[in-house]
């Protein structure tokens, strides 16, 4: 979760000066290269976590006309659907158009968000089964932010195992602060319920930084490591289900995984047994 930092009365009713304007009430940085906010949410924006939107800031001037545009990309929505504000978990790219510029975002500050959420990670894109695999590199752990903290994710599925792989311990931080949260909160266990909460499983690898578990979670599951350190049978479709969110190679490797254990690819239109996130900032 992030650290909440106050917003004061001058910029609780700040008057929003972009277009489809959101204020920024959290920041948090948890790397040279990762960090995470929150902002306020629109009062007509209704989306199902797993979900994500487009967010950005304003462009410099054109030379030649003055002119801005905004610098708009895909983020998944990190909170849950009933979260009175919306998270975000963002890689800094030094001489990256937009997040050069949004790494510097304070409280107070305002982004673009246009209140048009899309996305395949949600639970219609799946046919009804036994356990759930969250499969994520880097950033792509902030859909699963939204849907850990989602009661449905419970209510559907007998086991939740959330799977996160990244170069460094200090990029395991984001998703390791959230399970520890989500175990902690009074909120939802009272929401998700105690029993509920016990069936999420948390499985963080590195891949550079020495850490307890070593190796691409790819790796892992061609050497069965995965399912002996958990204690599960390997994959099938009659009983498994799986999300995916990382980077291009990952989501095509993995996705060869999952067909391999004979896992077809689903939809919003066509609900089978995974699904792999099209729109991921890396």
Request: aromatic share 8%.
């Amino acid at each position: 979760m992030t650290e909440q930092a106050t917003v004061n009365k001058e910029t609780a009713t700040k008057v929003p000066t972009l277009p489809d304007a959101q204020t920024v009430t959290a920041v948090q940085h948890y790397t040279d290269r990762l960090f995470s906010f929150r902002v306020t949410r629109p009062a007509s924006l209704r989306f199902r976590s797993g979900e994500f939107v487009m967010i950005g800031l304003m462009g410099d001037p054109d030379p030649k006309t003055g002119k801005q545009k905004p610098l708009m990309r895909a983020y998944s929505i990190a909170s849950p659907s009933w979260d009175d504000e919306l998270e975000f978990f963002s890689i800094k790219v030094q001489d990256g158009p937009l997040t050069s510029r949004l790494q510097h975002i304070q409280v107070g500050d305002e982004i673009i968000l246009r209140p048009k959420p899309v996305g395949t990670l949600v639970h219609d894109a799946l046919l009804p089964g036994k356990r759930i695999w969250f499969f994520a590199t880097g950033t792509g752990f902030a859909p699963f932010a939204s849907l850990l903290r989602d009661p449905q994710t419970y209510e559907d599925y007998d086991e939740v195992i959330i799977t996160h792989t990244c170069r460094e311990v200090g990029e395991l931080q984001y998703g390791a602060d959230l399970i520890e949260s989500i175990k902690a909160d009074e909120l939802l266990n009272e929401l998700i319920g105690e029993d509920n909460l016990r069936k999420l499983r948390y499985y963080p690898t590195t891949t550079r930084e020495e850490s307890p578990k070593m190796g691409r979670i790819t790796d892992l599951m061609r050497s069965g490591d995965v399912f002996a350190d958990l204690g599960v049978s390997p994959m099938s479709p009659e009983t498994d289900r799986a999300m995916v969110c990382g980077n291009l190679a990952f989501n095509l490797e993995i996705k060869d995984l999952l067909e391999g254990y004979g896992l077809e690819e689903g939809a919003n239109s066509k609900p089978a047994q995974y699904v792999v996130e099209k729109a991921f900032l890396d």
